[in-house]
């Protein structure tokens, strides 16, 4: 859900450049259509994902799907699933739509990058696909820190202090697995 999400995020971006774009050039699946709309999502609101390729051979019937998300440039446990139970089997040779709709969760804000990466069951590299955008305002503008206040003296110089990370780990874990989930259906593209 999440991964459709994302991919609603840049309208008929080109591959390899805009916020959506193939991450492993050595893939087999070669994409032909990437693409977000709206861009950027809006909370509540239907999202679509373009997720076109060509799969030169052989038509894939097993492996696994590994979605690693972060947000606000923290970075949150990956997840592997089964290829299968995460988009439509066989997955036949030629030129292949796992285009997606859904809806953005509310409650998640700030820049967001979502990778995506499909295996063989041998541990090939079908697909892999990045995300990358800012939706609503992000934590950093929030907080009041400039991007040079954690370049240049990290936690002590920016103000702010270790109980305020602690305080915001729970916080952080929710939406990590909200975060997750959705990627994993959005991604994959069988789920709603």
């Known amino acids: 859900m999440l991964f459709r999400l994302i991919a609603a995020i840049s309208l008929f971006a080109t ?4 916020a959506i774009k193939d991450c492993d050039p050595s893939s087999i699946f070669r994409p032909t259509e990437l693409a977000i709309l709206p ?3 809006v909370a509540d609101q239907p999202v679509a994902m373009t997720v076109k390729f060509n799969n030169p051979g ?3 019937t097993d492996g696994s799907v590994t979605t690693s998300v972060t947000l606000n440039f923290i970075p949150f446990t ?7 139970t995460n988009t439509v089997c066989p997955i036949p040779s030629g030129a292949v739509d796992r285009s997606t709709k859904s809806t953005w969760p509310t409650g998640i804000s700030g820049r967001i990058v979502t990778i995506s990466q499909w295996r063989d069951a041998i541990g090939q590299s079908l697909l892999c696909v990045q995300s990358s955008f800012s939706v609503g305002q992000s934590g950093l503008r ?4 400039r991007q040079s206040d954690l370049r ?5 110089q ?13 916080d952080l874990l929710k939406v990590n ?6 990627a994993l259906v959005l991604y994959g593209g069988s789920r709603s």
């Open 158 to 170: 920016s103000g702010l202090r270790q109980s305020d990370l602690r305080q915001a780990i729970p």
């Open 78 to 84: 990956p997840s592997t699933e089964p290829l299968c």
């Open 15 to 18: 591959i390899g450049q805009g």
């Open 58 to 60: 052989p038509i894939i």
């Open 142 to 145: 929030q907080s009041g820190l």
């Open 177 to 182: 697995q909200s975060i997750s989930e959705k």
């Open 39 to 41: 861009d950027p999502p």
């Open 152 to 156: 240049q003296s990290g936690l002590r």
